[in-house]
T-cell receptor, first 110, second 115 residues
Framework: LAKTTQPISMDSYEGQEVNITCSHN???????ITWYQQFPSQGPRFIIQ???TKVTNEVASLFIPADRKSSTLSLPRVSLSDTAVYYC???????????FGKGTSLLVTP | DTGVSQDPRHKITKRGQNVTFRCDPI?????LYWYRQTLGQGPEFLTY????????KSRLLSDRFSAERPKGSFSTLEIQRTEQGDSAMYLC?????????????FGNGTRLTVT
């Protein structure tokens, strides 16, 4: 499965838009890009998943360029409660995630 | 849908003891997964079931680890002869099978401390 690379940490102020980019150079044709959020002492929570172009839900947007070698999770107008670790995963269709990596630790401050 | 439930939330045990954790998945989910998470790391896959069949167990950390899902509903993860290195959060997740790439729904884990 494609290895992913994402920043270890990011800082933002409340109300700003946060973009977390993940690279996955070796993504395969039948791989999906999936993002999870994790708060301390909780299990990860699914945020969004995409295959190509743009996906938007009530929480976030996911932008995937045509070559699919990277993706960007966009969180609009973050609040303090968005402080969490965000994991980018590449998952084979009907497969499962082996390891989540270290994720990106996002800190939102007032 | 009450989500994935794990019991207990915390477990403290002495080295050498056996421990068993339980996971109740979302009722209509036929896939169930176990992950382990240590401090500062993301979850690490251990094993998974499709209904009652354990389809992948090569990543269980040692032969001290075993998992069951006897009737395709709840699952248990047992660690025999615990070691201090087993201290971690053990996470269970469930998903639907055969519907594209169904996301994982995680429980809040069982935190194991081996003294």
């Amino acid at each position: 499965l494609a290895k992913t690379t994402q920043p270890i940490s990011m800082d933002s102020y409340e109300g700003q838009e946060v973009n977390i980019t993940c690279s996955h150079n070796n993504i395969a044709t039948n791989d999906y890009i999936t993002w999870y959020q994790q708060f301390p002492s909780q299990g990860p929570r699914f945020i969004i998943q995409g295959y190509k172009t743009k996906v938007t839900n009530e929480v976030a947007s996911l932008f995937i360029p045509a070559d699919r070698k990277s993706s960007t999770l966009s969180l609009p107008r973050v609040s303090l409660s968005d402080t969490a670790v965000y994991y980018c995963l590449v998952v084979r269709d009907s497969g499962y995630a082996l390891n989540f990596g270290k994720g990106t630790s996002l800190l939102v401050t007032p | 849908d009450t989500g994935v439930s794990q019991d207990p939330r915390h477990k403290i045990t002495k080295r050498g003891q056996n421990v068993t954790f339980r996971c109740d998945p979302i009722s209509e989910h036929n896939r169930l997964y176990w992950y382990r998470q240590t401090l500062g790391q993301g979850p690490e896959f251990l094993t998974y079931f499709q209904n009652e069949a354990q389809l992948e167990k090569s990543r269980l950390l040692s032969d001290r680890f075993s998992a069951e899902r006897p009737k395709g509903s709840f699952s248990t993860l047992e660690i025999q002869r615990t070691e201090q290195g087993d201290s971690a959060m053990y996470l269970c997740a469930s998903s639907l099978d055969g519907i594209g790439n169904s996301p994982l729904h995680f429980g809040n884990g069982t935190r194991l401390t081996v003294t």
